[in-house]
């Protein structure tokens, strides 16, 4: 496929085949985008490439190893050009502990998927988007990236973080441009199931969640750029 600019509404969303990427992907696609993302979870990687085949492009990478970030940005700007929408969704949580029950493999993991993982993706996709001169960057936060609990010091870490390095590289790129931080809210999926249990099925889950929550990142454009944001 040869990439024809302006032909087509391009999403790249991480952590595309779980929860939340996975309802999004398929949001996104029922809306006439074409989808692109990437997993570490092959299987689950397989169902939606079976849901949402070509144009779509779906590939396993872990967004922690900076080659494979860098391969896959090259494959999705060749064959689809640019995105649109980037979305930095992949994450992961610790488990509930106190940091002193934490090793460092653990806290290392964390921090590696939620913010080296987010830095690789945007290092590798914002030079072709500023090229083209327009592109909108989403990096997923949570309230916990601005408020903090116990238990889950590494990820709050992680997510102020996002945080941060979102509002520096939004001074960083060119017009047209923006960066953005989205507490996309309390949502019921895996990772909200390991700290809340039960419990989290008193929140929307994801597929409730992207009724609201793509039409308003549709409506995202370079006005936005440094802004702090919560889905509706």
Request: one cysteine or more.
């Amino acid at each position: 496929m040869i990439a024809v600019p302006g032909s087509q509404k391009v999403v790249c969303v991480t952590g595309c085949a779980r929860g939340l990427g996975r309802a999004l992907s398929h949001s996104f696609a029922n809306r006439g985008w074409t989808v692109t993302g990437c997993s570490r979870s092959k299987k689950d990687l397989a169902l939606l490439t079976e849901k949402l085949p070509s144009p779509h492009l779906f590939r396993s990478v872990d967004v922690t190893d900076d080659q494979g970030v860098q391969n896959f940005a090259q494959e999705v700007l060749d064959e689809l050009g640019p995105p649109d929408l980037l979305l930095n969704n992949a994450g992961v949580i610790n488990r509930n502990a106190p940091l002193t029950d934490l090793s460092d493999d653990e806290v290392s993991h964390v921090l590696n998927v939620n913010v080296k993982g987010l830095a690789s993706c945007m290092r590798y996709f914002l030079p072709a988007m500023e090229e083209r001169g327009k592109g909108v960057v989403v990096n997923f936060s949570s309230g916990w990236g601005r408020s903090t609990s116990p238990e889950v010091a590494p990820y709050c870490a992680s997510k102020w973080a996002v945080e941060g390095l979102s509002q520096a590289v939004a001074g960083e790129v060119s017009s047209g441009i923006a960066v953005v931080a989205l507490n996309p809210g309390i949502i019921d999926t895996d990772m909200l199931r390991s700290c809340f249990g039960e419990a989290a099925s008193g929140y929307p889950d994801a597929d409730a969640w992207v009724s609201h929550a793509v039409p308003f990142l549709e409506g995202l454009n370079a006005s936005d750029n440094g802004r702090s944001l919560t889905a509706p």
